[in-house]
């Protein structure tokens, strides 16, 4: 069963940056993509962005611009660094690996609060 990890999550003000991080407990060559969700109360869980093992990156219309996803294998690690953060960014943070259609694995969430 792999595991993923998620860190980097906090308290930051607006026009501030974070870097989310997703530690897996195995290579994550074995998932076909990586990606990053969100969900703030009261909403639905949304992607935000996602990298697949040939390093193709895409992004909700509402980070393109300040967020970028990367990943390095060598550490099992995959990135989301968040630039120009705004109120609306907060939201728990989840990183989802895939490895088919129907195996999908999910780490635990990181909070991530934009506020003044």
């Known amino acids: 069963q792999v595991q993923l990890v998620e860190s980097g999550g906090g308290l930051v003000q607006p026009g501030g940056s974070l870097r989310l991080s997703c530690a897996a407990s195995?290579?994550?060559?074995?998932?076909?993509?990586i990606c990053w969700y969100r969900q703030a109360p009261g909403q639905q869980r949304e992607l935000v962005a996602s990298i697949t093992n040939g390093r193709e990156t895409n992004y909700a219309d509402s980070v393109k611009g300040r967020f970028t996803i990367s990943r390095d294998n060598a550490k099992n690690t995959v990135y989301l660094q968040m630039n120009s953060l705004k109120p609306e960014d907060t939201a728990v943070y989840y990183c989802?690996?895939?490895?088919?259609?129907?195996?999908?694995?999910w780490g635990q969430g990181t909070q991530v609060t934009v506020s003044s």
């Open positions: 195995g290579p994550i060559f074995s998932f076909y993509a």
């Open positions: 989802n690996g895939r490895r088919s259609v129907t195996t999908v694995y």
